[in-house]
Protein backbone atom coordinates (compact mmCIF):
# COMPACT_ATOMS: atom_id res chain seq x y z
CA UNK A 1 0.00 0.00 0.00
CA UNK A 2 1.35 3.36 -0.90
CA UNK A 3 -0.15 6.67 0.32
CA UNK A 4 0.85 9.80 -1.23
CA UNK A 5 1.10 14.04 0.26
CA UNK A 6 1.43 16.92 -1.54
CA UNK A 7 1.80 20.68 -0.67
CA UNK A 8 2.52 23.89 -2.41
CA UNK A 9 5.49 26.24 -2.18
CA UNK A 10 5.68 29.78 -1.24
CA UNK A 11 7.30 32.71 -2.62
CA UNK A 12 8.22 34.18 1.16
CA UNK A 13 5.43 36.27 3.22
CA UNK A 14 3.08 38.81 2.17
CA UNK A 15 3.79 40.46 5.15
CA UNK A 16 5.74 39.28 7.88
CA UNK A 17 6.71 40.94 11.61
CA UNK A 18 5.53 41.68 15.32
CA UNK A 19 1.51 42.17 15.47
CA UNK A 20 0.64 43.16 18.54
CA UNK A 21 3.26 41.29 20.86
CA UNK A 22 3.01 37.91 18.63
CA UNK A 23 5.24 36.66 15.90
CA UNK A 24 3.03 36.73 12.95
CA UNK A 25 3.14 36.65 9.10
CA UNK A 26 1.07 35.54 5.96
CA UNK A 27 2.76 33.34 3.62
CA UNK A 28 1.03 32.75 0.08
CA UNK A 29 1.22 29.87 -1.85
CA UNK A 30 2.85 29.18 -5.47
CA UNK A 31 2.14 26.44 -7.90
CA UNK A 32 5.64 24.77 -7.05
CA UNK A 33 5.25 21.44 -4.88
CA UNK A 34 6.72 18.83 -2.93
CA UNK A 35 5.05 15.36 -3.15
CA UNK A 36 5.64 12.95 -1.08
CA UNK A 37 5.54 8.75 -1.08
CA UNK A 38 5.14 6.66 1.85
CA UNK A 39 5.39 2.87 1.23
CA UNK A 40 4.87 -0.12 3.59
CA UNK A 41 7.72 -2.25 2.82
CA UNK A 42 9.66 -5.34 4.54
CA UNK A 43 12.80 -4.09 3.38
CA UNK A 44 14.69 -1.61 0.72
CA UNK A 45 13.47 1.03 2.94
CA UNK A 46 14.13 4.64 2.26
CA UNK A 47 14.31 6.35 5.56
CA UNK A 48 13.92 10.06 3.96
CA UNK A 49 14.57 13.47 5.65
CA UNK A 50 15.02 13.43 9.32
CA UNK A 51 12.61 16.10 9.87
CA UNK A 52 9.91 14.06 7.02
CA UNK A 53 11.01 11.32 9.40
CA UNK A 54 9.87 12.92 12.65
CA UNK A 55 6.49 14.30 10.77
CA UNK A 56 5.58 10.38 10.69
CA UNK A 57 6.50 9.79 14.36
CA UNK A 58 4.34 13.22 15.67
CA UNK A 59 1.48 11.59 13.28
CA UNK A 60 1.82 7.74 14.85
CA UNK A 61 2.30 9.78 18.61
CA UNK A 62 -0.83 11.84 18.12
CA UNK A 63 -3.14 9.00 17.49
CA UNK A 64 -1.15 6.44 19.94
CA UNK A 65 0.60 4.35 17.70
CA UNK A 66 3.70 2.47 18.67
CA UNK A 67 6.55 4.37 17.08
CA UNK A 68 8.50 1.15 15.83
CA UNK A 69 5.75 0.44 13.42
CA UNK A 70 6.88 3.54 11.47
CA UNK A 71 9.88 1.95 10.47
CA UNK A 72 8.28 -0.22 8.12
CA UNK A 73 7.32 3.14 6.02
CA UNK A 74 9.62 3.74 3.49
CA UNK A 75 9.71 7.65 2.48
CA UNK A 76 10.20 9.28 -0.91
CA UNK A 77 10.27 12.95 -1.76
CA UNK A 78 9.81 14.15 -5.12
CA UNK A 79 10.01 18.57 -4.80
CA UNK A 80 10.80 21.15 -7.20
CA UNK A 81 10.92 23.71 -4.36
CA UNK A 82 14.13 25.27 -4.17
CA UNK A 83 15.92 24.74 -0.93
CA UNK A 84 17.26 27.26 1.17
CA UNK A 85 15.86 30.15 -0.91
CA UNK A 86 12.60 30.75 1.51
CA UNK A 87 10.17 28.90 -0.31
CA UNK A 88 8.83 26.57 2.42
CA UNK A 89 11.02 23.36 1.20
CA UNK A 90 11.15 21.58 4.21
CA UNK A 91 7.88 23.28 5.47
CA UNK A 92 6.27 21.33 2.24
CA UNK A 93 7.92 18.24 2.74
CA UNK A 94 7.02 18.14 6.30
CA UNK A 95 3.23 18.91 5.39
CA UNK A 96 3.05 16.86 2.68
CA UNK A 97 4.62 13.92 5.12
CA UNK A 98 1.99 14.23 7.74
CA UNK A 99 -0.69 13.88 5.08
CA UNK A 100 0.14 11.45 3.55
CA UNK A 101 0.69 9.56 7.04
CA UNK A 102 -2.73 10.32 7.85
CA UNK A 103 -3.89 8.63 4.42
CA UNK A 104 -1.57 5.50 5.53
CA UNK A 105 -3.36 5.07 8.54
CA UNK A 106 -6.82 5.88 7.90
CA UNK A 107 -7.18 9.14 9.91
CA UNK A 108 -7.91 12.71 9.50
CA UNK A 109 -6.42 16.01 11.43
CA UNK A 110 -7.53 19.76 10.00
CA UNK A 111 -4.88 21.73 8.64
CA UNK A 112 -4.72 23.64 11.26
CA UNK A 113 -3.94 20.74 13.68
CA UNK A 114 -1.47 19.99 11.44
CA UNK A 115 0.18 23.10 11.36
CA UNK A 116 0.42 22.43 15.07
CA UNK A 117 1.91 19.53 14.77
CA UNK A 118 4.65 20.55 12.38
CA UNK A 119 5.58 23.32 14.72
CA UNK A 120 6.92 20.80 17.14
CA UNK A 121 9.50 19.90 14.52
CA UNK A 122 10.44 23.71 12.83
CA UNK A 123 8.97 26.88 12.76
CA UNK A 124 6.19 26.74 10.09
CA UNK A 125 4.00 28.61 7.87
CA UNK A 126 0.68 29.32 6.79
CA UNK A 127 0.76 27.46 3.24
CA UNK A 128 -1.07 24.63 4.65
CA UNK A 129 -4.14 26.82 5.06
CA UNK A 130 -6.52 26.60 2.44
CA UNK A 131 -7.20 30.66 2.60
CA UNK A 132 -4.82 32.76 3.48
CA UNK A 133 -4.48 33.67 7.14
CA UNK A 134 -2.34 36.07 9.37
CA UNK A 135 -0.40 32.54 11.82
CA UNK A 136 1.87 32.75 14.42
CA UNK A 137 4.89 31.04 12.92
CA UNK A 138 6.03 29.61 15.86
CA UNK A 139 2.62 28.12 18.01
CA UNK A 140 0.75 27.28 14.71
CA UNK A 141 -2.31 28.94 15.73
CA UNK A 142 -4.22 30.90 13.24
CA UNK A 143 -4.80 34.41 13.97
CA UNK A 144 -7.11 35.46 11.57
CA UNK A 145 -8.30 34.11 8.21
CA UNK A 146 -8.37 36.64 5.32
CA UNK A 147 -9.66 34.58 2.77
CA UNK A 148 -8.40 33.87 -1.11
CA UNK A 149 -7.48 36.30 -3.90
CA UNK A 150 -7.60 35.50 -7.61
CA UNK A 151 -5.68 36.50 -10.59
CA UNK A 152 -2.40 37.09 -9.01
CA UNK A 153 0.64 36.22 -10.23
CA UNK A 154 4.57 36.62 -8.82
CA UNK A 155 8.46 37.16 -10.51
CA UNK A 156 9.96 35.22 -8.48
CA UNK A 157 13.75 36.27 -8.76
CA UNK A 158 16.07 33.59 -7.06
CA UNK A 159 18.98 33.91 -5.99
CA UNK A 160 22.20 31.12 -5.78
CA UNK A 161 22.60 32.05 -1.76
CA UNK A 162 20.98 29.79 0.53
CA UNK A 163 20.16 30.78 3.97
CA UNK A 164 18.43 28.87 6.64
CA UNK A 165 15.22 30.16 8.91
CA UNK A 166 17.34 29.26 11.82
CA UNK A 167 20.31 31.34 10.71
CA UNK A 168 18.11 34.27 10.27
CA UNK A 169 16.79 33.71 13.89
CA UNK A 170 19.65 34.02 15.09
CA UNK A 171 21.00 37.23 14.08
CA UNK A 172 21.78 39.89 17.48
CA UNK A 173 18.75 41.81 18.61
CA UNK A 174 16.67 39.55 15.83
CA UNK A 175 13.23 40.28 18.51
CA UNK A 176 14.19 43.87 19.39
CA UNK A 177 15.10 44.54 15.49
CA UNK A 178 11.50 42.49 14.39
CA UNK A 179 10.06 44.85 17.57
CA UNK A 180 11.56 48.07 16.14
CA UNK A 181 9.26 47.50 12.66
CA UNK A 182 5.98 47.30 14.62
CA UNK A 183 3.95 50.27 13.22
CA UNK A 184 4.86 49.52 9.65
CA UNK A 185 4.14 46.06 10.36
CA UNK A 186 0.61 46.85 11.50
CA UNK A 187 -0.04 49.19 8.42
CA UNK A 188 1.09 46.06 5.94
CA UNK A 189 -1.36 43.82 7.99
CA UNK A 190 -4.16 46.29 7.85
CA UNK A 191 -3.65 47.31 4.06
CA UNK A 192 -3.25 43.16 3.50
CA UNK A 193 -6.62 42.66 5.05
CA UNK A 194 -8.08 44.65 2.62
CA UNK A 195 -6.88 43.99 -0.06
CA UNK A 196 -7.48 40.16 -0.02
CA UNK A 197 -11.04 41.41 1.38
CA UNK A 198 -10.94 43.33 -1.25
CA UNK A 199 -9.10 40.95 -3.98
CA UNK A 200 -7.26 44.11 -4.76
CA UNK A 201 -3.85 43.27 -5.54
CA UNK A 202 -2.64 46.58 -5.62
CA UNK A 203 -3.40 47.15 -2.06
CA UNK A 204 -1.63 43.97 -1.47
CA UNK A 205 1.53 44.97 -3.59
CA UNK A 206 1.34 47.60 -1.25
CA UNK A 207 1.36 46.14 1.72
CA UNK A 208 3.99 43.80 0.87
CA UNK A 209 6.23 46.31 -0.67
CA UNK A 210 6.32 48.22 3.28
CA UNK A 211 6.85 44.94 5.05
CA UNK A 212 9.89 43.86 2.83
CA UNK A 213 11.49 47.78 3.59
CA UNK A 214 10.95 47.26 7.39
CA UNK A 215 12.85 43.58 6.87
CA UNK A 216 15.97 45.31 5.68
CA UNK A 217 17.18 45.65 9.12
CA UNK A 218 17.30 42.16 9.80
CA UNK A 219 18.21 40.97 6.57
CA UNK A 220 19.01 43.15 3.53
CA UNK A 221 17.55 41.49 0.15
CA UNK A 222 20.11 42.53 -3.04
CA UNK A 223 19.17 45.08 -4.91
CA UNK A 224 15.89 45.46 -3.31
CA UNK A 225 15.21 49.76 -3.94
CA UNK A 226 15.92 48.86 -7.70
CA UNK A 227 13.56 45.80 -8.02
CA UNK A 228 11.13 48.33 -6.72
CA UNK A 229 11.85 51.07 -8.99
CA UNK A 230 11.76 48.47 -11.98
CA UNK A 231 8.69 47.05 -10.08
CA UNK A 232 6.70 50.45 -10.11
CA UNK A 233 7.54 51.95 -13.22
CA UNK A 234 6.43 48.39 -15.07
CA UNK A 235 2.65 49.02 -13.54
CA UNK A 236 3.51 45.70 -10.81
CA UNK A 237 1.46 45.59 -7.99
CA UNK A 238 4.56 45.55 -5.43
CA UNK A 239 7.51 43.68 -4.28
CA UNK A 240 7.59 40.96 -1.26
CA UNK A 241 10.17 38.58 0.06
CA UNK A 242 11.29 35.56 2.08
CA UNK A 243 11.34 37.46 5.44
CA UNK A 244 13.93 34.72 6.43
CA UNK A 245 15.25 33.65 2.68
CA UNK A 246 16.90 34.81 0.20
CA UNK A 247 14.22 34.92 -2.61
CA UNK A 248 12.28 38.24 -3.72
CA UNK A 249 8.80 38.33 -5.46
CA UNK A 250 7.18 41.23 -7.76
CA UNK A 251 3.56 40.63 -7.32
CA UNK A 252 1.48 40.90 -11.05
CA UNK A 253 -1.57 39.69 -12.46
CA UNK A 254 -2.32 37.28 -15.05
CA UNK A 255 -3.10 39.97 -17.61
CA UNK A 256 -0.17 41.57 -17.44
CA UNK A 257 2.84 41.19 -19.66
CA UNK A 258 5.80 40.37 -17.24
CA UNK A 259 8.23 40.08 -20.10
CA UNK A 260 9.45 44.08 -19.66
CA UNK A 261 9.82 43.81 -16.41
CA UNK A 262 12.41 40.39 -16.77
CA UNK A 263 13.96 41.98 -19.84
CA UNK A 264 14.45 45.45 -17.26
CA UNK A 265 15.71 42.85 -14.28
CA UNK A 266 18.16 41.33 -16.76
CA UNK A 267 19.43 44.52 -18.01
CA UNK A 268 20.30 45.63 -14.59
CA UNK A 269 23.23 44.45 -12.28
CA UNK A 270 20.72 43.13 -10.39
CA UNK A 271 20.63 39.74 -12.42
CA UNK A 272 24.28 38.64 -11.69
CA UNK A 273 22.81 38.10 -8.38
CA UNK A 274 18.98 36.54 -8.74
CA UNK A 275 20.58 34.11 -11.47
CA UNK A 276 16.59 32.33 -11.84
CA UNK A 277 13.77 34.11 -12.86
CA UNK A 278 10.20 33.05 -13.68
CA UNK A 279 6.59 33.31 -12.73
CA UNK A 280 4.49 31.18 -10.80
CA UNK A 281 0.79 31.14 -10.36
CA UNK A 282 -0.36 32.44 -7.10
CA UNK A 283 -3.02 29.67 -5.78
CA UNK A 284 -4.57 28.95 -2.73
CA UNK A 285 -2.64 26.73 0.07
CA UNK A 286 -3.87 23.27 1.75
CA UNK A 287 -2.35 20.09 1.77
CA UNK A 288 -3.57 17.12 -0.51
CA UNK A 289 -3.75 13.32 -0.02
CA UNK A 290 -4.45 10.00 -1.32
CA UNK A 291 -4.29 6.41 -1.18
CA UNK A 292 -3.48 3.60 -3.62
CA UNK A 293 -4.06 -0.11 -3.31
CA UNK A 294 -2.15 -1.12 -6.17
CA UNK A 295 0.50 0.54 -8.66
CA UNK A 296 -2.26 1.37 -11.43
CA UNK A 297 -2.84 4.84 -9.61
CA UNK A 298 -0.87 7.59 -9.58
CA UNK A 299 -1.49 11.14 -8.10
Known amino acids: MKAYGICPASCGEFVQ?????????????????????????LDNIQTGPHKS??????????????????????????SDIPLGKGMASSTADIGATIKATLKLINKNLSNEE????????????????????IFNPTTGEVI??????????????????????KRIRSIPYYMEKKRSNTEMIKMSFDLLEKGIKENNLKLIGRASTISSLANENIHKKHGLDKI???????????????????????????????????????ESKISSFYNKIYTSNIINGGLKGEIEWNTSKIL
Open 114 to 133: ISKLAVKIEPTDSIYLDKNS
Open 228 to 266: IEISDSYGAYGVNVAHSGTVVGIIIDRDMNEKKIIEKIH
Open 144 to 165: KTLGNIENGRVIVLEPKKTIST
Open 53 to 78: RMAIKSVFKRFGIPIRESKSISLQIN
Open 17 to 41: GILENEECLCSYAVDIYSKIILEER
